[in-house]
């Protein structure tokens, strides 16, 4: 079975500043991990995905993320927050294995304070 | 290269009615999946459809049903709406065997 786990429902974090939101998973067989951005009255768009290759994965607007796997954590990351990254983040994970099923996290919701 | 759509955008239905939530894939994709998303949750997997055939379920009862047509726009019917029905529903389509989901921007339903 696969599990999502994300650390924190809530983050804020001032403008300029370390963005760091936690990641958890579960799985059996070696994952496809992935973070979705959602902004309010929209659906997820796709911002990283880790699939075995490289274990640092870069993504869009500045964010990346690592694949530990003695950790089984996927932190998203991104050096300096900007007022435009506010929004609703989603962990997901997929199994690699042919699997149709991508479970996520709650979410967690990133404040950026000017 | 067009992306996901669905319609409509939102929805008021009552309990005990029957709706019928509509996606469009992007174009060449032959693979949708349908994900419920209550208020302040993740999404969760309804089903899959792979060329017009389920081939995978979540844990939704049998009255959540879809469709997938030839040109890959699909549909997911709920039948018997309850209040807890109440969601942003996506669709998300990919190709077959490849890891990436484009979803869609979503329908809301409220059910009174």
């Known amino acids: 079975a696969q599990s999502v786990t994300q650390l924190g429902s809530h983050v804020s974090v001032s403008e300029g500043a370390l963005v760091l939101l936690r990641c958890n998973y579960s799985?059996?067989?070696?994952?496809?991990l992935f973070w979705y951005v959602q902004y309010p009255n929209q659906g997820l768009q796709l911002l990283l995905k880790?699939?075995?290759?490289?274990?640092l994965v870069k993504g869009i607007n500045g964010f990346e993320a690592e694949f530990k796997k003695s950790e089984t954590s996927f932190h998203l990351t991104k050096p300096s927050a900007h007022m435009s990254d506010a929004a609703e983040y989603f962990c997901a994970v997929r199994q690699n294995t042919g699997g149709f099923k991508t479970i996520f996290g709650a979410g967690t919701r990133l404040f950026v304070k000017a | 290269e067009t992306g996901v759509t669905q319609s409509p955008t939102h929805l008021i239905k009552t309990r005990g009615q029957q709706v019928t939530l509509r996606c469009s894939s992007q174009s060449g994709h032959n693979t949708v999946s349908w994900y419920q998303q209550a208020l302040g949750q993740g999404p969760q997997f309804i089903f899959q459809?792979?060329?017009?055939?389920?081939?995978g379920r979540g844990n939704f009862p049998p009255r959540f049903s879809g469709l997938q047509f030839p040109n890959y726009s699909s549909e997911l019917n709920v039948n018997a709406l309850e209040l807890d029905d109440s969601a942003l529903y996506l669709c998300a389509s990919s190709y077959a065997g490849e890891e990436t989901q484009y979803f869609g921007p979503g329908t809301r339903l409220l059910v009174l």
């Open positions: 459809y792979y060329r017009e055939e389920e081939n």
């Open positions: 880790y699939t075995s290759a490289a274990t």
């Open positions: 799985s059996s067989v070696p994952p496809y």
